[in-house]
């Protein structure tokens, strides 16, 4: 039971990503990839060096974050490794 828990949230994680990354390209906003990677550990690991006892709903609200962040790093990250691979598209078959 516990893994399937693990799961659909890791699905509903991923849906979130894809539709906060849909969303700011549809308004013009592009955030680099490096930024969201930087913003995955910062958004923990701020708050608990400046509240070391939070709530614990507030600590697991920022570890979504967290997750948010951290697959929009890796589905940015994959978007760029996909435009600029030279190795696939010069291969010959």
């Known amino acids: 039971m516990y893994w399937l828990i ?15 990354l849909h969303f700011l390209k549809k308004k013009g906003i592009k955030i680099n990839r490096w930024l969201w990677a930087v913003a995955a550990f910062l ?5 608990r060096l400046i509240f070391p006892t939070m709530n614990q709903t507030i600590t697991q609200i920022l570890y979504i974050f967290c997750g948010v962040f951290a697959l929009n790093f890796m589905i940015e990250q994959h978007a760029w490794y996909q435009k600029h691979d030279t190795f696939s598209k010069n291969a010959k078959h």
């Open 43 to 47: 958004v923990v690991i701020v708050p």
């Open 6 to 20: 693990v799961f659909v949230s890791f699905i509903i994680l991923l849906g979130l990503s894809q539709l906060m």
